[in-house]
């Protein structure tokens, strides 16, 4: 979800049920500020709500900025035949270590 979808979702104040954890963070004083003002300015959600969300976005948006790495392995075709050749970048490595981390925190 994109920051300004993000903005629409706080003003509709919904939110997806999901597994969580909880994890411990510092910030600079400043962030800290500014995540109390959100807070304070979208009154539905908690401050934890909003910090999650944040990081969720960010997170897609890190993952989404990883560059396609052309490798030498064809993995498949595209509809008009072209040959799709695996990706040796940064994204399987980030999804098979975001899936060995699941493993270990979600509930069987």
């Known amino acids: 979800m994109k920051i300004r979808q993000l903005l629409e979702h706080w003003h509709s104040a919904g939110g997806h049920p999901s597994a969580k954890t909880t994890l411990t963070i510092e910030l600079p004083v400043h962030d800290a500020a500014r995540l109390f003002a959100l807070a304070t300015m979208f009154p539905a959600l908690k401050t934890e709500e909003i910090t999650a969300s944040l990081i ?28 799709i050749y695996e990706d040796i970048g940064h994204t399987p490595q980030f999804l098979a270590l975001v899936q060995q981390y699941l493993d270990k925190v979600e509930p069987s």
């Open 56 to 83: 969720h976005s960010a997170l897609d948006e890190v993952q989404e900025a990883f560059p396609y790495v052309n490798g030498s392995k064809q993995v498949g075709e595209d509809e008009v035949g072209n040959p």
